[in-house]
C-alpha cells in the first residue's frame, strides 16, 4: 500500500509539472522541470550589456533559486512567433552560463555574431540553432562534453576554424554546410570523408 502511495505520488507531481504555467522572473518566462530545475521558454526583455547577450543559469523566483537547464524551441530571438527583436543584430557576444545542458531549436536568425561562448555542461544542441547567421570571428569552438548537434544548427555561418570535442557522439544532417572550416585531423574512408577523434570516427558525407 504504502509502495502504490509513493508512486501515485510520483505521478501526480509529474502531471502537475507538465501542467504548471510558466512563471516570469527576471526578464523571462520559466517552466518548471523539476523540483529546482527549469526551462527557459521565452524572453520578456532582451538585456545586452556591451552587446553582450548574457543567458543565465540560475533564476529566483518567489525566494527559491532554480537552475536553468534547457533552452527551450524558439526561445531566444528567433522571429517565428514575434520574436524579432535581435533579428539582424550585428556583432553580438553570445553566452550561455555553467549549467545548461540542453540548447533546443530555432533561436536565432540572421544575426551578425562577434563571439559565442557554450558552456562544458552543454550536452545538445537543437535543429537550426544558429539558422543563416553570421560568425564574424570564423573561430568556433564547441564545448567539452557535448554530444549531439542537430540538423542544419551552424548552416550557413561562415565558419572557417572549427574545434570539436572528444565527447561528440551525433552530428546531424547539413548541420554545418555551406561553412568552410578547416578540421586538421579527418581520414579519407573511400568516397566518404570522417572526422578523426581518437578512435570514434563522425561521418561528414552529408555536412
Given at each position: 500500500m504504502k509502495k502504490f502511495c509513493f508512486v501515485l505520488c510520483v505521478c501526480?507531481?509529474?502531471?502537475?509539472?507538465?501542467?504548471?504555467?510558466?512563471?516570469?522572473?527576471?526578464?523571462?518566462?520559466?517552466?518548471?522541470?523539476?523540483?529546482?530545475?527549469?526551462?527557459?521558454v521565452g524572453l520578456d526583455t532582451i538585456v545586452l550589456e556591451n552587446n553582450v547577450l548574457t543567458i543565465r543559469s540560475k533564476v529566483?523566483?518567489?525566494?527559491?533559486?532554480?537552475?536553468v537547464t534547457r533552452i527551450g524551441d524558439y526561445a531566444l530571438c528567433h522571429p517565428k512567433y514575434g520574436k524579432k527583436k535581435c533579428t539582424f543584430m550585428e556583432n553580438l557576444?553570445?553566452?550561455?552560463?555553467?549549467?545548461?545542458?540542453?540548447?533546443?531549436?530555432?533561436?536565432?536568425?540572421?544575426?551578425?555574431?562577434?563571439?559565442?561562448?557554450l558552456p562544458n555542461s552543454l550536452e545538445e544542441i537543437g535543429d537550426y540553432v544558429f539558422e543563416d547567421c553570421?560568425?564574424?570571428?570564423g573561430y568556433l569552438k564547441l564545448p567539452d562534453g557535448l554530444r549531439k548537434i542537430?540538423?542544419?544548427?551552424?548552416?550557413?555561418?561562415?565558419?572557417?576554424?572549427?574545434?570539436?570535442?572528444?565527447?561528440?557522439?551525433?552530428?546531424g544532417k547539413l548541420a554545418f554546410a555551406g561553412d568552410s572550416f578547416f578540421v586538421p585531423?579527418?581520414?579519407?574512408?573511400?568516397?566518404?570523408r570522417h572526422i578523426k577523434i581518437d578512435t570514434m570516427r563522425i561521418p561528414l558525407s552529408d555536412w
Open positions: 501526480l507531481q509529474a502531471v502537475m509539472l507538465h501542467a504548471a504555467k510558466p512563471f516570469l522572473a527576471e526578464g523571462g518566462y520559466y517552466k518548471k522541470l523539476s523540483k529546482n530545475t527549469v526551462e527557459l529566483e523566483y518567489n525566494g527559491q533559486v532554480y537552475t557576444d553570445l553566452v550561455l552560463e555553467e549549467g545548461i545542458k540542453n540548447l533546443g531549436s530555432h533561436q536565432f536568425y540572421h544575426v551578425g555574431f562577434h563571439s559565442i561562448a553570421n560568425l564574424k570571428s542537430g540538423d542544419h544548427a551552424f548552416e550557413e555561418m561562415d565558419i572557417d576554424r572549427l574545434e570539436l570535442p572528444e565527447s561528440l557522439e551525433y552530428i585531423e579527418y581520414e579519407q574512408d573511400g568516397d566518404c
